[in-house]
């Protein structure tokens, strides 16, 4: 009886290991023919940290994120083989969420500055643009760059634009969590202007009647994705970034939101 019991006891350890060996030849064919495959989410998400109020570079459309940024960043994800995840937040939010790895990337319509690169890795710029500055068309006390001084501008908290006009001599600088905010006040003569990217200030002005943009504006800048420092990914995104833009495809995401 004891003879018996051992031998069944043996022959189901043997089966239960022959099971796992089966097993385990079998998972590693199915992740060998899932990686020879070509589909988007086979290695998993990777998350974008922006602030969508910021058209046309982000901005929500019917629940969903869009515009310039969001398309790029879909195209490069695309190339990589990552499911793209796009994380809304604060645009001064967005470095931290980086440097943390609460996020994969960051990319929000973000000029590379050398403050930044302290803390975050840039990619190859992908497009440029200039702080704009946004008046009243009427009775306006700010005609010319030179009259921020002394003067209340709105900025959106923790932007370039920021970081300008509070270098203005006596300006007195009023922070906006969304740059539609401080439009908002100018239209209400809370600000007599407002500093803001040139595409965001064409969008407001043409949103908000009564304001225009005036012919002097700031030196020019880069926009870039910023990833954490060291990032492996970033020589990887620099790779489909020049595919994109060498075929043109990024142009064409561009033209898309802003004609000429
Ligand atoms: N280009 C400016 C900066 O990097 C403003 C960007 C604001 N972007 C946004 N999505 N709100 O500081």
Not at 226 to 241: P, V
């Amino acid at each position: 009886m004891k003879k018996i019991l051992t031998a069944i006891l043996a022959a189901a350890v043997v089966c239960t290991s022959l099971f796992a060996l089966a097993g385990c030849g079998n998972s590693s064919k199915n992740s060998d023919s899932k990686s020879s495959g070509s589909s988007s989410s086979e290695k998993g998400e990777l998350h974008m940290a922006t602030n969508a109020s910021f058209e046309p570079y982000e901005y929500q459309e019917g629940g969903k994120v869009v515009g310039i940024d969001a398309e790029i960043a879909q195209a490069i994800c695309d190339k990589l083989g990552y499911k793209l995840v796009i994380d809304d937040m604060e645009f001064d939010a967005i470095i931290t969420a980086v440097t943390s790895g609460k996020a994969d990337f960051g990319m929000a319509g973000m000029t590379v500055t050398d403050e930044r690169k302290k803390s975050v890795d840039f990619t190859d710029p992908y497009t440029n643009a200039i702080q704009a500055i946004i008046v009243n068309e009427s009775d306006s006390k700010v005609s010319s760059k030179k009259d921020l001084e002394g003067a209340t501008v709105g900025v959106q908290l923790g932007t370039t634009g920021d970081v300008y006009v509070t270098d203005v001599k006596d300006a007195k600088v009023e922070r906006f969590s969304k740059g539609a905010d401080a439009v908002l006040a100018l239209t209400q003569n809370k600000v007599d202007a407002v500093v803001i990217d040139n595409e965001p200030a064409k969008k407001f002005v043409e949103q908000n009647k009564g304001t225009k943009i005036l012919d002097e504006s700031f030196k020019n800048e880069n926009y870039a994705i910023c990833l954490k420092k060291g990032s492996d990914l970033t020589e990887q995104f620099n790779k489909a970034l020049k595919e994109l833009k060498d075929d043109g495809t990024v142009k064409k995401i561009i033209d898309k939101y802003i004609k000429a």
